[in-house]
């Protein structure tokens, strides 16, 4: 029976508790089975932006095999969260009591895709030598945005989408279609554009560990010196 241990960490009072998760409880809603509050950061989560977690809510989350975007923490369960962010080793880290976060100096999302088309994605462009690799992925990145807001009738910012692919190192292209709603030959091309190659003997698009965080840390760069600037913020 599998078990999953949570280090959780209170920022505020410096308290450290370890919780044992049992398979009776996978079907519980994270916050109740953690014990933690909904101004939470849930470690295992994020590759590239962390101040979404002051929101109460998560990025993603895999519902019935396909992504939902934009989920608050009181509508996730446990088994939804392990299946989705690849708990293989069995352990959660969360720390928890931040403080609510004030609406200041936020930008639209508008302006965050923007800024992943005019800044980020060129970068990302730029280390695969492809030519026609910028317009090619910028279509798919737009599709699955937009299916988000007509479909989910949810706004998304760009580094949720790239975060849910670079969660894996290894991806079945069928199996991201029907996560991401786009064609499987759509699949193929968006996957090869951010760094995975086709894996013949495996039958899957792979990327290395290394390859994987050169292209993260691209991202992360590009939206620090954003930031710095004052002109990414959430």
């Known amino acids: 029976m599998r078990k999953y241990i949570v280090n ?29 509050s909904a101004e ?32 608050p923490f009181v509508g996730i369960t446990v088994r939804q ?8 080793d069995g352990r959660i880290n969360v720390k928890t009591g ?16 923007e800024i992943f088309f005019n800044n980020v994605l060129p970068a990302l462009v730029d280390i695969c030598g492809i030519i026609s690799a910028y317009g090619v992925l910028e279509q798919k990145f737009i599709k699955i945005r937009n299916k988000a807001e007509k479909v989910q009738k949810k ?17 079945n292209h069928f199996e991201f279609s029907i996560e991401f709603d786009i064609t499987e030959d759509e699949s193929k091309e968006l996957l090869k554009g951010l760094g995975y190659s086709w894996d013949n003997s495996k039958k ?5 560990e290394d390859e994987k965080d050169r292209r993260i840390t691209i991202i992360k760069k590009q939206l620090q010196e954003l930031k710095v600037k004052g002109g990414y913020s959430r």
């Not at 308290?15 to 109740?32: A, M, P, R, S, W």
């Not at 706004?155 to 991806?171: C, G, L, S």
């Not at 899957?204 to 290395?208: A, E, H, M, Q, T």
């Open 204 to 208: 899957l698009y792979i990327i290395s």
């Open 155 to 171: 706004e998304i910012a760009p580094d949720f989408v790239t975060d849910a692919i670079y969660r894996k190192n290894m991806w």
């Open 40 to 71: 939470s950061d849930f470690m295992d989560v994020y590759l590239t932006d962390r101040n979404y977690m002051v929101y109460e809510k998560i990025p993603y989350v895999l519902v019935d095999g396909k992504i939902k975007w934009d989920v």
């Open 8 to 36: 959780v960490e209170n920022i505020i009072t410096g308290e450290k508790t370890v919780k044992t998760i049992g398979h009776n409880q996978l079907d519980d809603n994270i916050l109740d089975a953690f014990g933690v």
């Open 81 to 88: 969260f392990v299946d989705t962010y690849n708990i293989v």
């Open 98 to 113: 931040f403080p609510a976060a004030s609406g200041a100096d936020l930008i639209t999302f508008k302006e965050m895709w």
